[in-house]
């Protein structure tokens, strides 16, 4: 397929902090799986999800309570749920959870489904920040939740495209984004959790950059709303897919709920490449000292 139809999912989270985990997961796959079913009876057939999707961005605080909400993948119920709807509406799916692994290793990972269901691997974040945002004690205090990712930076070949990850704070890492470029990605999803104050200014710099110097399209995902108790600041939504010359093709709203619907053309990936050639022209044996500083 020449010409590929991207769903970008943005979505609020209404349900207050102090609520069980059960309640929160339960409420927020709810309202993911009608916004899947809307962005595939669109024409989607990429669809990707904002990050650790079925909850809040607890990372606001440092609680124990939300290690409850962390599952296996691809074992656990979220992944399996998904698989099944991935297979009934022929999409692929890139599905952000909360992993757990053994006994307590915990990942901020993303599922990719194909469009037959199957289950094709997973990306775990690999860049953890750990900073203060908002007042009194808010923060992206996400070391106390996740380890760094250890799966290195896999592409996934899905029935429609060649799909890689990066998670939120991974974006503001060129060298993860350069890599999967190298292993052949036609189109990279960022989903993140992101407010304004902090990051705003570089949401659509970055990126975008990271588009023009490898060649590929990338799917940025922000969720959107405040969220209480903790309302550490507006989650500023503009979900978009941004094509290999830097150009927006699909930008969804700041402070709604919606499916965002952009046309991904792998001719132009080609067309770009051959016109700049940066994987050419690139000179790793002249990098090497990167590594050792």
């Not at 770009?272 to 044996?285: A, C, K, L, S, T």
Request: hydrophobic share 40%; aromatic share 12%; proline share 5%.
């Amino acid at each position: 397929m020449a010409k590929i139809s991207i769903g970008l999912i943005q979505a609020s989270h209404e349900i207050e902090g102090s609520a069980p985990v059960e309640v929160h997961k339960e409420a927020a796959i709810q309202k993911h799986i009608t916004l899947v079913r809307e962005a595939a009876a669109q024409g989607a057939k990429i669809i990707g999800l904002q990050e650790v999707f079925y909850g809040p961005y607890f990372c606001t605080e440092q609680t124990p309570k939300w290690y409850a909400s962390a599952e296996r993948v691809p074992e656990g119920p979220t992944t399996r749920r998904f698989q099944e709807l991935a297979k009934e509406l022929a999409v692929v799916l890139v599905l952000p959870v909360y992993e757990v692994e053994g006994i307590a290793s915990y990942y901020n990972t993303a599922a990719v489904i194909d469009a037959d269901g199957t289950y094709l691997g997973k990306y775990r974040k690999h860049h953890i920040p750990h900073v203060e945002a908002g007042e009194g004690t808010n923060g992206f205090w996400e070391k106390y939740y996740f380890k760094p990712g250890n799966l290195g930076y896999p592409v996934f070949d899905t029935a429609y495209a060649k799909v890689g990850v990066y998670i939120c704070y991974d974006r503001h890492f060129p060298e993860g984004a350069r890599l999967l470029g190298l292993a052949g990605a036609e189109i990279v999803f960022n989903p993140s959790a992101t407010v304004a104050g902090t990051s705003e200014y570089l949401w659509k710099l970055e990126q975008p950059a990271h588009a023009v110097a490898n060649g590929y399209y990338v799917a940025a995902i922000n969720r959107v709303g405040m969220e209480a108790p903790w309302n550490m600041g507006e989650f500023y939504g503009q979900s978009y897919l941004v094509d290999p010359r830097g150009r927006m093709v699909a930008m969804g709203s700041r402070d709604q709920d919606e499916v965002v619907i952009g046309e991904m053309d792998t001719e132009l990936i080609r067309e770009v490449r051959n016109v700049w050639q940066f994987y050419r022209d690139r000179r790793p044996e002249t990098y090497e000292h990167l590594v050792s500083l």
